[in-house]
């Protein structure tokens, strides 16, 4: 099992050294763009007068402390230092993680409640991230179109129209991929954090003594003399590494040495600088405290700046709309969703990828946001309770992987993960104070993402225990045709089927009516692993049943498109079976299922399977099928 890093090996060639910096300007574009746009909004929230904390010195300095701190523990030691170690044939994310956690305990075939356990903590870990898409790219875009206030307040009500405008845009250009746009996410990114130094930088020197918040005891001093407020105020400071997750998530696109190194040259000491910058302002300039950051933008370019905040949010709202693309995918080939359509968006890149039903769910999701809120200030009280789990999520994942996986001394893990456990759960703690202001919502929408999986797995899982009533064993219906032969014709069927074992519906239906057999006759089980990827000389499993039939059980990883036709190539190429292409007609079946069948589901859960059922893709398209060539049977099941 391969499950470690990307990371280059030793001795690698000096072209590949060559191409870091590249692709750590790339990582910079997209891996951090959400963490790198908080400076818009996060500290003005930490200085919100709502929380009923005396703006004075003391308290900046208490502030700053907690911000860089927060940055240093949760972004630094867990996701960058720890997190990032646990690659999964290069991949990382939730779902990953979870993969990686299920072989640390004992594989997919291990039973009892630990593998129960790990899989219940991705789910909501992923239901949570879902959360974070609606919510992300509405703050993002309305924090920094709200710079127009400071130019003028007579820009104030035209913030919404021109946000949702940005916000539709950004939608309906997602059908032609991010590859074209992508190659401007780093370069625009390196000057958004170039700009956060040098506007940070000018404040830091008209008040120098910002520097000492990097002593953890302002930190402390602050929460000791502020223990009623200090949950609220967490709650505030939180949203400083919101985004740090896409660390991780990304990882499978950069490496996790692209990834360390634009955040430790570029991106740490860009949100730093700016966030002691925009203390510094605060501490001269009481009244800056309603946008702290435009309020350190020379009024000459508070025009451009928002034109480059906005390019900014809209870049980090692209890269959270990616990941629930990526993270869509990876979800329905773990057996969580149906078969939705996917769009592959580049030749080159097969991680870019456009699903449409959710690419419009999300966008009615994030405008009815924006308008049902208005203001980044008001949708800042909904951020933060989704990401603060998915990392407690993380963290205990990444705690398993550590200990079983990686053999690390018990104790170093329980020390060490213990107190970023204990830093997650103190976040989730701040956080949950905000629900009834809005933090209700993403609660909501993991909640219901969460009934989609578990129904969706549940209902497959019945309609096979359904299945097995019908089932006709595959070698005995082979040994049948050797007594009574049917009429064979030319070419090759390939019949799929979700039991290798069993005869497919579809071949016995197709063998009653039309009382043919193809000579070479495949039946094709298409598995996902629960690898990211599966190497060539593993993918396929082959038995010769005789009579001109083969069993065969294609495997690919969660990050793989299954490709069928491709599938056959291979066959063909390493088991000498002569596939033609224009002679293989491919069989499928498409089930229909009654809602008073499914006993093992609720009514509603009921309701919703056979809905989700209903209008999943056909499996021509999931699979690749030439459509010209496809031949599907119905069939209803109990």
Not at 23 to 30: E, H, R, T
Not at 247 to 270: C, E, K, N, T
Not at 318 to 346: C, D, E, H, K
Not at 458 to 484: D, H
Request: hydrophobic share 55%; glycine share 10%.
């Amino acid at each position: 099992m391969n499950a470690l890093t990307l990371e280059p090996p030793r001795g690698s060639s000096p072209a590949a050294a060559s191409l870091r910096p590249a692709i750590a300007l790339a990582a910079l574009g997209v891996v951090y763009g959400d963490i790198g746009t908080s400076p818009l909004y996060a500290f003005k929230e930490c200085l919100n007068p709502a929380h009923g904390v005396p703006l004075d010195a003391n308290a900046v300095l208490g502030l700053l402390s907690m911000v860089f701190w927060a940055l240093t523990i949760v972004v630094t030691l867990k996701y960058v230092l720890f997190v990032l170690r646990a690659g999964y044939d290069g991949e990382g994310g939730i779902l990953a993680l979870q993969a990686l956690a299920r072989h640390a305990v004992g594989g997919r075939d291990a039973k009892g409640w630990p593998l129960g356990v790990i899989g219940a903590l991705g789910l909501v870990g992923t239901a949570m991230f879902y959360g974070d898409s609606l919510i992300t790219p509405a703050v993002s875009v309305l924090s920094a179109v709200e710079g127009l206030n400071v130019a003028t307040p007579a820009f104030e009500k035209y913030v919404v129209p021109l946000s949702l405008g940005i916000l539709v845009a950004l939608f309906a250009v997602q059908r032609f991929g991010t590859g074209l746009v992508g190659k401007v996410f780093g370069p625009v990114m390196l000057l958004w954090f170039g700009t956060l130094a040098c506007l940070g930088l000018r404040q830091i020197a008209m008040a120098p003594e910002v520097l000492q918040a990097v002593n953890p005891l302002w930190a402390a001093r602050f929460l000791a003399d502020h223990p009623g407020q200090s949950l609220a105020v967490l709650g505030s400071v939180f949203l400083a590494v919101t985004g740090g997750e896409a660390l991780y998530a990304d990882m499978g696109h950069f490496g996790a040495s692209a990834i360390r190194q634009a955040w430790f040259l570029v991106a740490l000491p860009a949100l730093v600088i700016n966030y002691f910058g925009q203390g510094a302002l605060v501490l001269h300039d009481a009244t800056a405290i309603d946008n702290p950051f435009f309020r350190m933008v020379p009024s000459w370019g508070v025009m451009p700046m928002v034109v480059l905040a906005s390019a900014a949010t809209v870049i980090a709202s692209q890269a959270v709309i990616s990941g629930a693309f990526s993270l869509t995918v990876q979800a329905m080939r773990m057996g969580y969703l149906p078969r939705l359509r996917v769009v592959q968006t580049s030749g080159d890149a097969m991680g870019q990828v456009y699903l449409p039903v959710v690419n419009w769910l999300l966008m009615a999701g994030v405008l009815a946001i924006v308008v049902g809120f208005g203001n980044s200030s008001s949708l800042s009280a909904a951020y933060g309770i989704a990401v603060s789990i998915t990392m407690v999520t993380t963290t205990l994942l990444a705690m398993v992987v550590a200990l079983r996986l990686w053999r690390w001394n018990v104790w170093l893990v329980a020390a060490g993960a213990g107190a970023l456990l204990a830093v997650d759960v103190l976040f989730v703690l701040a956080n949950s104070l905000k629900i009834a202001e809005g933090g209700w919502l993403p609660l909501v929408v993991a909640a219901l993402i969460l009934v989609v999986f578990t129904t969706w797995s549940r209902g497959r899982s019945l309609t096979r225990e359904a299945a097995l009533a019908e089932r006709v064993e595959l070698g005995p219906f082979v040994q049948a045709l050797a007594v009574q032969p049917p009429h064979r014709v030319r070419g090759t069927a390939v019949f799929l089927t979700a039991e290798p074992d069993a005869a497919p519906h579809a071949l016995l239906h197709n063998l009653k009516h039309n009382q043919v057999l193809h000579e070479r006759v495949i039946v094709l089980q298409v598995q996902a692993s629960d690898t990211p990827r599966v190497d060539f000389a593993e993918r396929l499993q082959v038995r010769d049943m005789g009579l001109g039939v083969w069993q065969v059980t294609a495997r690919h990883g969660f990050m793989e498109t299954p490709d069928v036709p491709a599938f056959m190539k291979l066959l063909s190429y390493q088991k000498g079976i002569p596939i033609e292409a224009m002679t293989t007609s491919y069989f499928t079946s498409r089930e229909t299922t009654l809602p008073a069948h499914m006993a093992g589901l609720g009514r509603a859960r009921r309701v919703l399977y056979v809905w989700l059922h209903r209008n999943a893709g056909r499996a021509s398209d999931y699979f690749g099928l030439p459509s010209n060539r496809v031949v599907e049977m119905g069939r209803r099941t109990a």
